[in-house]
C-alpha cells in the first residue's frame, strides 16, 4: 500500500506541468504576448507616469540592475533573450524577470545572468540614440516561464499612428524629478505618433538627433505622460488579436511628459534581420 502511495505521488509531481515552472502551470512556447492578468491601463493622462499595474501584468517586463541599482527596463522575446536599449548596456548587469518592487520583494523574481550582450554595430552613428538596441543572451538555461513571466512576441511590423499601446518601466514618474525612480512597475497607455508628425519643427526637426526611420514616437504633443528617466530599454507593447507585440524600446526624449515633445523609442520591426543574425551568433533557436 505504502508503494502505490509513492508511485502515485512520484507519478504526479513529475507529470505535474505547475512544478516545472515554479509553482506555476507551464504555458505552451507559442503563447507569447498573451497575459493572464487583466489589465488595461487609463487613456486619459491624469498621472504623468501612469498607473501601478497588478503584479504579473506585464510579464515580458525585466529590470537590468547593476548591483542594488536600477539600470534600465528590457523585455523578454524568448527564454534566452532580451531586448533593451543600446545606451543601457554595461558589463556586470544582471537581468531580474518578474520583478515589481524593490529587489527581493516580488513572488517570482528571477535573477538571471547575462552571458552575452551584443549592442547594434551602428549604435550612435546617426546621432546619439540613433540604432539603440541591443540583445542580450541570459545564461543558460534562461527564465522559467509561467504564467507571470512569459515573452512578449515579436512585432514585425509596426501598427499605424493612433494605435493605443503601452509603456512600462520603473522610470520617474514625476518629471520635476527625473531622476527618481519609481520603487514599484508602471505602466501607461500612450498612442503612436507618425515620423511627420514627429519630424516637425516644433516638435523633434532640426535637432542634433534626426527622427530616423528606424525610431517610432509615441506620446501626448499636449503632454503629461510618458516615459521618463530610467525606463530605458523597457517595452512599448501594442496589441494586436489578445497578444501583445514588442514594437517600441524606451530609448531618449527631451525631458518627459513635455508639450511637443513626446517619447522616442527605437522600432523594434526595423531590427528583425539583426535580431535574427545576433540570436544565430549566440547559438540559440529564435524562430520568426
Ligand atoms: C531616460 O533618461 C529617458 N521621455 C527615457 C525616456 C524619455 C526621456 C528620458 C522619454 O531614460
Redesign the pocket.
Known sequence: MFLVVVVVVVVLVSVSPACASGGFPKFPADACGRRAIPWKPEREPRVVGGEEPPYGAVPWQVELRFGDRHQCGGALISVRLVLTAAHCWLEGLVVVAGAHGPPGTAPYEQVLRVERAIQHPDFRKLGPYSHDIAVLLLAAPGVRFNILVKPACFAYESPPPGTWCEVSGW?ASDPSTPDRLSPVLRSAAVPLLSLETCRKDGVYGGRQQPILDSMLCAGHLRGGI???????GGPLVCERDGRHELTGI?S??D??AKKDRP??YTRVASFLPWIRESAREFGVDYDF
Do not use: I, P, T
Open positions: 522610470g510618458d516615459a521618463c528617466g530610467g525606463d530605458s524606451v531618449w526624449g525631458g518627459c517619447g522616442v
